[in-house]
């Protein structure tokens, strides 16, 4: 990861305040029918950004977190910088999930906030059994992990996730049997040219995921369930039709020499 100057150090924080002004005025001005009755939890996408972007961020009073790659999100999130600087930091696991790699996500990530891709009964059950025998066997609500179901959106083959169908049974799974885990609400990638249309067809598949979960536990409050979807190109859409957390990288932190996700 390449040293960053002052000035890249600078354009982040600005940078930062220019999203979060651009979250509160894409808010203030959506219909109140459709946006979230929550304020947008902003989660600044670190990936592949040295540990002084994430210092940088943190200082102008940026607390949440996003990684996708497991070893990179266990070194930083134990960084001694990161360690005694952000004591309220708040890691965000985004990453493609798997069922071998749980045991060290949960154990060897300090203030781990949420997994956002859970897709699998597999590693729902997996998370569910470590996160309990890491407290000792004695899960509170506030102890509890918690997790985001990610569905795929667009069907697209490369995209990890489940089928809208697929996704709200899991989601029941575990609520009635991952004690240890706390589920939020459903994750979206979704596909960057659908936002270029205005209104995307992913978010309202995620938006139909949430109405159909909802149905099936008589949850009157719809908006009690969470939506994460939106990112550098496409969170202002994504607000404005509901979105509660919203993933933002390259246009914090800057553009990436690394893959696009999947
Ligand atoms: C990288 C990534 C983001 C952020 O993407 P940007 O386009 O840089 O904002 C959001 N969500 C996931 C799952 C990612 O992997």
Redesign the pocket.
């Known amino acids: 990861m390449a040293t960053l100057t002052e000035s890249d150090l600078s354009a982040i924080e600005a940078n930062l305040k220019h999203v979060t002004n651009r979250i509160r005025s894409t808010y203030d001005s959506s219909p109140i029918e459709s946006r979230s009755s929550h304020p947008i939890r902003l989660v600044a996408?670190s990936?592949t950004k040295p540990i002084s972007a994430i210092l940088a961020a943190y200082r102008v009073g940026q607390r949440h977190f996003?990684e996708?790659y497991l070893e990179e999100l266990v070194m930083k999130s134990n960084d001694p910088a990161i360690i005694s600087e952000c004591d309220e930091i708040r890691w965000h696991f985004?990453?493609h999930l798997q069922s071998n790699k749980i045991s060290k996500l949960v154990t060897s990530v300090p203030r781990l906030f949420c997994v956002?891709?859970v897709d699998s009964e597999k590693c729902a059950k997996k998370l569910d059994a470590t996160v309990n025998e890491k407290r000792g066997g004695s899960t509170t609500d506030d102890s509890a992990l918690k997790v985001m179901v990610q569905v795929n959106t667009s069907g697209e083959s490369q995209k990890s996730g489940l089928s809208p169908d697929q996704a709200v049974e899991l989601a029941t799974l575990i609520e009635k049997e991952c004690p240890s885990l706390r589920f939020l609400g459903f994750m979206t990638?979704g596909s960057l040219e659908q936002s270029a249309q205005g209104e995307n067809m992913d978010f309202a598949r995620l938006i139909e995921t949430r109405a159909a979960y909802c149905r099936m536990h008589s949850i009157a409050d719809e908006k009690s369930v969470e939506l994460s979807m939106g990112?550098?190109?496409d969170f202002e859409t994504a607000i404005k039709m509901g979105s509660t957390n919203v993933?933002?990288?390259?246009?914090i932190f800057g553009e990436?020499a690394a893959p696009a996700?999947k």
């Open positions: 996408v990936k996003g996708n985004i990453g956002e891709t990638i990112m550098s190109g993933r933002v990288g390259s246009t990436r996700p």
